[in-house]
């Protein structure tokens, strides 16, 4: 199946949800979700299962967007690490954020159990290994400042039990989780249509308003009013720039080779490089299960080896379990850093009250998605919540590691808009293979070139709407990404995944575009979708 965020799938993919039809009218509604993830469908279900009347609203279908390209791990072995988040936040916040993501797990074992959800939910085992070079005592002060956020249980291993390559030192943390989180989220949604809610999916918001009522409005022009508006789009579309900078756009590869069945045991495993790497195994028939492998992770924009890293992926899985069996997936997803390791989860500073946003899931965005539909919940309805503070967007985040962090990673972002005066990346349409794209200097500006698979020429803005970056096409996925907030555009420049809620402009330039005025605009080829 074509996927609706870029041009490779996850094994996940296949298994699409049922559709829902768009939105035709303007309604009413409690409580109004943008984004039909992880995040924005835990929030519509929790707030319907308290009595909110709730509406979701989806560019695209039902977790069409990042949920749909996650390795579905569930954990509370934090990407940040325990240390680096203790330095930052304190022993009390890690012990917070340590049992936000437990509870996490726990909420969505939950409803599985509850709902009767076949997703392949499954407790087993994590294992964090150390990388070549790295000395033990990197565990030992993980495993210290694990343990004082009350981690249970966790421990150090002299070697990861069950695989022969993985002779080295580890550190156990029991009882994680995995599922299929697609399953998963048709489950949700199904049981959320079941208690009175409604969802409307190929529903594109074009603007989120604050005020009594609050207002998401469609690019149809319909338009759900609400005491409450949660933005659920991975990366909020709404308020200004000031959540950007303290958040980076990441792309992440992964690789699914098939192996037999029960040659590596099933459990989570993640290394301790930078950036790291991850796996885990996922059953694809009763003699086969795919080890899915994922890091190699870059600035979202800023890489041009994409199929490198892909190579890269399978060397190391080849080494680290002795996978030998073929490469039969490969697939990359979006992940947002924010600048102090924590996401950002509650009332967006920068709207009215009443609308909320949830961004910033640091490669943990099943879990990160799951709090905050617990928190979004609980600060809707009023309930105090000890992890409200922790996660407010509005935080001060310039402190200790993070100023060095937010310093890089904005500096970072000023050094894109070198890219308006270099030179372009061709001279000539014919140095682009059809069904690709690439610069070209026009003027005193850039344009976004697309070749089609019949070699027909489109020709568009190569600004990002957001902030004026100028975007890179992206040879795996076929897209336009920004290099600055991570904004990505298909190839005829409509948008794929926010901040930027505008396409990139089509423009006709004489002797270059086909056609005899402005490109064609072509359908796209399904719906398309904001990650969630």
């Keep these: 199946?074509?996927?609706?965020?870029?041009?490779?799938?996850?094994?996940?993919?296949?298994?699409?949800?049922?559709?829902?039809?768009?939105?035709?009218?303007?309604?009413?509604?409690?409580?109004?979700?943008?984004?039909?993830?992880?995040?924005?469908?835990?929030?519509?279900?929790?707030?319907?299962?308290?009595?909110?009347?709730?509406?979701?609203?989806?560019?695209?279908?039902?977790?069409?967007?990042?949920t749909g390209r996650t390795t579905a791990h569930l954990s509370n072995a934090l990407d940040e690490g325990y240390c680096n988040l203790e330095?930052?936040?304190?022993?009390?916040?890690?012990?917070?954020?340590?049992?936000?993501?437990?509870?996490?797990?726990?909420?969505?074992?939950?409803?599985?159990?509850?709902?009767?959800?076949?997703?392949?939910?499954?407790?087993?085992?994590?294992?964090?290994?150390?990388?070549?070079?790295?000395?033990?005592?990197?565990?030992?002060?993980?495993?210290?400042?694990?343990?004082?956020?009350?981690?249970?249980?966790?421990?150090?291993?002299?070697?990861?039990?069950?695989?022969?390559?993985?002779?080295?030192?580890?550190?156990?943390?029991?009882?994680?989780?995995?599922?299929?989180?697609?399953?998963?989220?048709?489950?949700?949604?199904?049981?959320?249509?079941?208690?009175?809610?409604?969802?409307?999916?190929?529903?594109?918001?074009?603007?989120?308003?604050?005020?009594?009522?609050?207002?998401?409005?469609?690019?149809?022009?319909?338009?759900?009013?609400?005491?409450?508006?949660?933005?659920?789009?991975?990366?909020?579309?709404?308020?200004?720039?000031?959540?950007?900078?303290?958040?980076?756009?990441?792309?992440?590869?992964?690789?699914?080779?098939?192996?037999?069945?029960g040659s590596v045991p099933r459990a989570l495993y993640w290394d301790t490089e930078e950036p790291y790497h991850y796996a885990r195994l996922q059953r694809e028939s009763d003699s086969h299960d795919l080890l899915i492998v994922g890091g190699e992770d870059h600035r979202t924009g800023q890489a041009h080896d994409t199929r490198q890293r892909f190579e890269r992926l399978e060397a190391w899985a080849r080494r680290r379990f002795g996978a030998d069996g073929p490469v039969v997936w490969r697939w990359s997803g979006q992940v947002m850093e924010p600048v102090d390791g924590l996401a950002f989860i509650g009332r967006n500073p920068l709207d009215a009250p009443h609308v909320y946003i949830a961004t910033g899931d640091a490669g943990q965005g099943m879990t990160h998605g799951t709090i905050a539909g617990m928190l979004v919940r609980d600060l809707i309805c009023g309930k105090e919540n000890p992890w409200a503070a922790l996660y407010d967007p509005g935080r001060k985040v310039l402190r200790g590691s993070a100023v060095r962090r937010y310093a890089r990673e904005n500096l970072n972002v000023a050094r894109q808009y070198a890219r308006y005066v270099r030179r372009g990346e061709v001279s000539h349409v014919e140095q682009i293979a059809p069904g690709s794209g690439a610069l070209m200097r026009h003027g005193p500006g850039k344009i976004a070139v697309y070749r089609d698979p019949a070699g027909s020429v489109h020709t568009y803005s190569a600004v990002c709407p957001h902030a004026r970056c100028i975007v890179r096409w992206n040879e795996t996925e076929e897209s336009w990404d920004c290099p600055c907030h991570g904004s990505r555009f298909d190839p005829h420049g409509h948008v794929i995944c926010g901040p930027a809620n505008a396409r990139l402009e089509p423009v006709y330039i004489e002797g270059i575009t086909d056609a005899g005025g402005l490109p064609e605009l072509p359908e796209r080829p399904g719906p398309r979708t904001r990650p969630n």
């Design 87 to 261: 330095r930052l936040h304190g022993e009390r916040a890690t012990r917070l954020a340590a049992e936000s993501h437990t509870a996490a797990i726990d909420q969505i074992e939950a409803i599985v159990n509850q709902e009767g959800i076949e997703c392949d939910f499954e407790r087993l085992d994590g294992y964090l290994f150390l990388a070549r070079g790295d000395s033990a005592e990197k565990l030992e002060d993980e495993l210290g400042a694990a343990l004082r956020a009350g981690v249970a249980d966790v421990r150090l291993l002299p070697r990861v039990p069950g695989v022969q390559s993985l002779a080295v030192p580890c550190m156990h943390f029991p009882r994680q989780a995995q599922f299929h989180p697609l399953r998963y989220l048709e489950g949700l949604a199904r049981a959320l249509v079941r208690d009175g809610g409604r969802v409307f999916t190929g529903t594109r918001v074009a603007e989120v308003r604050g005020g009594k009522p609050c207002r998401a409005v469609t690019e149809s022009g319909h338009t759900v009013h609400a005491d409450s508006v949660v933005v659920a789009t991975n990366v909020p579309v709404n308020g200004g720039l000031v959540i950007h900078t303290k958040l980076s756009a990441y792309r992440t590869y992964v690789i699914g080779v098939r192996i037999p069945r």
């Design 1 to 66: 199946m074509p996927s609706d965020s870029g041009a490779t799938t996850s094994p996940w993919m296949h298994e699409r949800a049922e559709g829902f039809a768009p939105l035709e009218n303007d309604v009413r509604a409690d409580v109004c979700v943008v984004g039909a993830g992880i995040t924005g469908l835990t929030t519509a279900y929790l707030l319907q299962r308290v009595g909110r009347a709730v509406v979701v609203l989806d560019a695209g279908a039902i977790g069409s967007g990042e």
